[in-house]
DNA sequence: TCTAACACTTG
DNA sequence: TCAAGTGTTAG
């Protein structure tokens, strides 16, 4: 597993080869993206502005691999339903001294609904109309780069939901997406495997007797256990002898491009797996979590738990040796709602919004990258070069937005030459489903406007979602904060 | 199509 | 012991 720097990169398995080479070509490009600009261009505005050395690296990558291998999915619930696999990265090349903010982002995939029948999905009619996303501000922002650098940061705690009037600031999904067949058991079955809470699930001798055992009590014919592990495993699927080998398919092979300063180098992505780019633009509801007790604050409180990886020594080495554990930051917060509360800012870009938009700011390659249907940029800038004093979940009034505003117009032009993408396909359910689309860094077209906190229940987001078939791209986006040296 | 209850897990 | 997080299941 990943439990070194090598661990975030690709496997090392042959098969994985031209993942491997697409690293190589992902770093030179990044490289050349921040070396042979034209000084004047964009690009280097944005390099000069210490950029060029960061990188995100996705953690536990080959768990995210398995499940892009057979097209993730997850079901999601009013109350919200994390992300599994949950997103951590390890970034690197920040500021020690900056502040910044950290932002996961979603972002549809298309504008379709989509069912599953008959072993594969068809397009059952357009999605409802574009609505504001939200972004996750990570409950540590803002924070130094040493902060973030320290360990793994973790969006563990994200929750995905379909609740219009979610008052936790729960980030919403999209309407999406591609039809392609992947049986359902694969993901279920990887989750099962993989997510502590779901061991109930797994299959032992006596809970698959109690489960048929419960199925005879309420008249279900008895299953013979072969059939009844046959639901959960891949491998009496049709589709079995294609999804089960975790390799780097040919669609590693696909061209992308990684060239900004902000480097999320090809470690981080994952292998698309069908070509449906990212086709909506979206607006912004820019929320956050923060926690009860303390308010969101423009300053970084020792007290605070930090949001990331809170002991990342115990599951990787390479953090064991590297990042001593903080000592008296973990205050215990025992339920989600104290640990969060939402900030979530509410805005409604208007179609004349001079804001770029999702194509135009971060998305500029995709057309040599179709095997991709989300785009992940990584953001960030050092905050006392930046025309505004702070960015917090903090804040009492609007001018945040201007100030971030801002900062996307400036950053824009280079987001879009940097995109970590890859993509996940969904399977069926009779739940509400999500696809994940794997990491996405990335600072999107701004909010017009930002609320304060105390409007950070409302809910700005008239619209009726899809139940079903969503469809997420997640990442992060750093928007820098101010420099503790400036 | 959607929801809540369920049995199970971890912490 | 309890809260919270899982996928399954029935209504």
Not at 30 to 48: M, R
Not at 125 to 137: C, D, N, Q, S
Not at 364 to 379: K, Q
Not at 392 to 410: E, Q
């Given at each position: 597993m990943a439990d070194s720097e090598e661990g975030f990169g690709l496997p090392t398995t042959p098969a994985d080869s031209e993942a491997k080479e697409l690293q190589a070509e992902a770093k030179q490009d990044a490289q050349l993206g921040a070396t042979s600009k034209?000084?004047?261009?964009p690009q280097a505005a944005f390099t000069q502005?210490?950029?060029?050395?960061i990188k995100v690296f996705l953690h536990e990558r080959e768990l995210w691999l398995k499940f892009h291998e057979v097209g993730t999915e997850m079901i999601i619930t009013k109350a919200g339903r994390r992300m599994f696999p949950s997103y951590k990265v390890k970034v690197t090349?920040?500021?020690?001294?900056t502040k910044y903010i950290l932002l996961m982002d979603i972002v549809p995939a298309d504008d379709h609904r989509y069912k599953f029948a008959d072993n594969k999905w068809s397009v059952t009619g357009k999605a409802e109309p574009a609505m504001p996303g939200r972004l996750y501000v990570h409950p540590d922002s803002p924070a130094t780069g040493a902060h973030w650098m320290r360990q793994l940061v973790s969006f563990q705690k994200l929750k995905l939901t379909n609740n219009h009037l979610d008052p936790f600031g729960h980030t919403m999904p999209w309407t999406c997406d591609e039809p392609v067949a992947f049986p359902p058991f694969q993901i279920t079955q990887l989750k099962i495997e993989n997510n502590p809470f779901a061991k109930g699930f797994r299959g032992s001798d006596d809970m698959e007797l109690h489960r048929m055992s419960r199925m005879q009590s309420k008249e279900y014919p008895v299953v013979p256990r072969s059939t009844v592990r046959q639901k959960v495993s891949s491998n009496h699927s049709p589709f079995s002898g294609e999804t089960r080998v975790l390799s780097a398919s040919s669609n590693l092979g696909s061209q992308y491009q990684c060239e900004n300063g902000v480097s999320s180098t090809s470690q981080d992505l994952l292998p698309p797996a069908n070509p449906y780019p990212i086709s909506q633009e979206h607006s912004q509801i820019y929320h956050c979590t923060k926690r009860k007790d303390e308010e969101c604050s423009t300053t970084e409180h020792p007290y605070k738990k930090p949001?990331?990886?809170?002991?990342p020594a115990e599951e990787d080495p390479f953090y064991r040796s590297s990042y001593p554990q903080q000592q008296g930051?973990?205050?215990?917060?025992?339920t989600e709602s104290a640990q969060r509360q939402a900030c979530m800012y509410a805005s409604s870009?208007?179609?004349?919004?001079?804001?770029?938009s999702l194509e135009d700011i971060s998305c500029n390659t995709w057309p040599s990258v179709p095997s991709y249907s989300s785009c992940t940029v990584s953001a960030m800038q050092p905050m006392d070069r930046l025309p505004y004093q702070h960015f917090s979940a903090h804040f009492t009034s609007g001018p945040l937005m201007p100030r971030l505003s801002s900062v996307a117009n400036h950053t824009s032009p280079q987001i879009g030459d940097t995109h970590s993408m890859f993509q996940h396909q969904t399977s069926v359910s009779h739940q509400p489903i999500v696809r994940q689309c794997g990491p996405q860094t990335g600072i999107q077209s701004p909010p017009s406007s930002l609320q304060p906190a105390e409007f950070l229940y409302s809910h700005g987001v008239p619209r009726t979602l899809s139940p079903h078939q969503y469809h997420s791209v997640h990442g992060v986006g750093m928007v820098p904060e101010w420099s503790e040296n400036s």
């Amino acid at each position: 597993m990943a439990d070194s720097e090598e661990g975030f990169g690709l496997p090392t398995t042959p098969a994985d080869s031209e993942a491997k080479e697409l690293q190589a070509e992902a770093k030179q490009d990044a490289q050349l993206g921040a070396t042979s600009k034209s000084p004047t261009s964009p690009q280097a505005a944005f390099t000069q502005q210490g950029m060029e050395g960061i990188k995100v690296f996705l953690h536990e990558r080959e768990l995210w691999l398995k499940f892009h291998e057979v097209g993730t999915e997850m079901i999601i619930t009013k109350a919200g339903r994390r992300m599994f696999p949950s997103y951590k990265v390890k970034v690197t090349g920040l500021n020690p001294k900056t502040k910044y903010i950290l932002l996961m982002d979603i972002v549809p995939a298309d504008d379709h609904r989509y069912k599953f029948a008959d072993n594969k999905w068809s397009v059952t009619g357009k999605a409802e109309p574009a609505m504001p996303g939200r972004l996750y501000v990570h409950p540590d922002s803002p924070a130094t780069g040493a902060h973030w650098m320290r360990q793994l940061v973790s969006f563990q705690k994200l929750k995905l939901t379909n609740n219009h009037l979610d008052p936790f600031g729960h980030t919403m999904p999209w309407t999406c997406d591609e039809p392609v067949a992947f049986p359902p058991f694969q993901i279920t079955q990887l989750k099962i495997e993989n997510n502590p809470f779901a061991k109930g699930f797994r299959g032992s001798d006596d809970m698959e007797l109690h489960r048929m055992s419960r199925m005879q009590s309420k008249e279900y014919p008895v299953v013979p256990r072969s059939t009844v592990r046959q639901k959960v495993s891949s491998n009496h699927s049709p589709f079995s002898g294609e999804t089960r080998v975790l390799s780097a398919s040919s669609n590693l092979g696909s061209q992308y491009q990684c060239e900004n300063g902000v480097s999320s180098t090809s470690q981080d992505l994952l292998p698309p797996a069908n070509p449906y780019p990212i086709s909506q633009e979206h607006s912004q509801i820019y929320h956050c979590t923060k926690r009860k007790d303390e308010e969101c604050s423009t300053t970084e409180h020792p007290y605070k738990k930090p949001y990331m990886e809170t002991s990342p020594a115990e599951e990787d080495p390479f953090y064991r040796s590297s990042y001593p554990q903080q000592q008296g930051l973990n205050t215990s917060y025992r339920t989600e709602s104290a640990q969060r509360q939402a900030c979530m800012y509410a805005s409604s870009a208007p179609p004349t919004d001079p804001v770029p938009s999702l194509e135009d700011i971060s998305c500029n390659t995709w057309p040599s990258v179709p095997s991709y249907s989300s785009c992940t940029v990584s953001a960030m800038q050092p905050m006392d070069r930046l025309p505004y004093q702070h960015f917090s979940a903090h804040f009492t009034s609007g001018p945040l937005m201007p100030r971030l505003s801002s900062v996307a117009n400036h950053t824009s032009p280079q987001i879009g030459d940097t995109h970590s993408m890859f993509q996940h396909q969904t399977s069926v359910s009779h739940q509400p489903i999500v696809r994940q689309c794997g990491p996405q860094t990335g600072i999107q077209s701004p909010p017009s406007s930002l609320q304060p906190a105390e409007f950070l229940y409302s809910h700005g987001v008239p619209r009726t979602l899809s139940p079903h078939q969503y469809h997420s791209v997640h990442g992060v986006g750093m928007v820098p904060e101010w420099s503790e040296n400036s």
